[in-house]
């Protein structure tokens, strides 16, 4: 690999762009996406992101932003608890392959774990599905505690990790976009509500649109932000008004 190839892989981590080319194309396309999405807070760079995953500008609407970090219960909570998860190199645990295999292994060390593929005893006993019983698997191993805890195919392990966090687990950030016609709109509700009783961070959205692709954008933004805190281009400890109007402070100098 090239130096400037280098350059290309830790700057563009959160779009996979390693050469000229591919650079031009995303940023073109981001650029594109700020013209229709507000770029003040941590979670508007969240929203850009669903935007371009989606290829839908009224998407942006869609995303919900709940639970509290240190700093408050601001719409940035969720994006900095997950950021910070990221600097510390915490589990990223996803349901299903499709998801895991969506989430960039550059820009940061952690590890990243998939409930699909355990829990079969269980499942096979119970006759709960295959990502419920690994969600619960995993949590019995501790795996969910502080982690990045994502979930973009399947409403039963939505549920299932809400369970966890009812009975004392503590993800540090929870991004849970499951798509579907049965139970996903009502799973990503159950996520929201179980996150505000409780002070978990989490990143959702309303409707029976999502998936696994836009949930894994939505966490790789999550190490994008980690990395230009790591490489100092953000203040990652501001509050979404602390963070707009010093924005809006700089834009009227």
Do not use: W
């Amino acid at each position: 690999m090239t130096d400037t190839d280098s350059e290309y892989e830790t700057e563009y981590a959160d779009l996979g762009a390693t050469t000229q080319e591919a650079m031009d194309i995303a940023e073109t396309s981001m650029d594109i996406v700020r013209q229709f999405v507000p770029d003040e807070t941590l979670a508007d760079r969240i929203r850009q992101k669903s935007v371009h995953s989606m290829g839908d500008v009224e998407f942006q609407h869609l995303l919900r932003f709940t639970g509290e970090d240190d700093l408050g219960d601001d719409e940035d909570a969720p994006v900095r608890a997950g950021a910070r998860a990221v600097l510390e190199e915490a589990n990223v645990v996803t349901d299903i392959t499709m998801s895991q295999a969506g989430i960039t292994g550059r820009g940061h060390d952690c590890e990243k774990h998939k409930a699909i593929g355990h829990g079969a005893e269980l499942a096979n006993e119970t006759g709960m599905t295959r990502t419920a019983a690994g969600v619960l698997e995993l949590d019995k191993r501790g795996v969910y505690d502080g982690a990045i805890a994502t979930i973009g195919n399947a409403p039963t392990a939505a549920f299932a990790l809400a369970d966890c966090i009812e009975n004392g687990t503590r993800p540090a950030v929870v991004v849970a976009t499951p798509v579907g016609f049965v139970k996903a709109e009502e799973s990503r509700q159950r996520i929201r509500e179980i996150g505000e009783a409780y002070g978990v961070p989490a990143i959702t959205n309303v409707g029976r649109r999502g998936g696994s692709g836009l949930a894994a954008a939505l966490t790789n933004e999550l190490i994008h932000v980690a990395t230009d805190v790591r490489t100092g281009e953000l203040e990652l400890e501001q509050t979404a008004e602390k963070r707009a109007s010093t924005d809006a402070e700089v834009s009227n100098r």
